[in-house]
């Protein structure tokens, strides 16, 4: 199992910009993969971005071109970068972990992008 916890969310006006950060403890060693989901009121959980262990990153597409994924050699720590963003990103973004057989989830956090 490993641990995440999400930080650097808030408010910010549309065409601003905003870092999200994800510390991962535990078993870094045994992750997969990292990625970035949202979930906004009335919505399902969505995946905004992910990257492998090997660096292989996907994005979805309404943020391709403004998002951008980043993580350690060892996987203790992911971070997106949120450039351009619009009223239409506001959600609550979670931090995830896939293991082989499992994925761990962080806490959430709120990001609001007012017009």
């Known amino acids: 199992q490993v641990q995440l916890v999400e930080s650097g969310g808030g408010f910010v006006q549309a065409g601003g910009s905003l870092t999200l950060s994800c510390a991962v403890s535990g078993r870094p060693f045994s992750i997969n993969s990292l990625g970035w989901y949202r979930q906004a009121p009335g919505k399902q959980r969505e995946l905004v971005a992910d990257i492998t262990r090997g660096g292989s990153t996907n994005y979805v597409d309404s943020v391709k071109g403004r998002f951008t994924i980043s993580s350690t050699s060892i996987m203790n720590s992911v971070r997106l970068q949120m450039n351009s963003l619009k009223p239409e990103d506001t959600a609550v973004y979670y931090c995830?972990?896939?293991?082989?057989?499992?994925?761990?989830w962080g806490q959430g956090t709120q990001v609001t992008v007012f017009s």
């Open positions: 995830a972990a896939d293991l082989s057989f499992s994925r761990s």
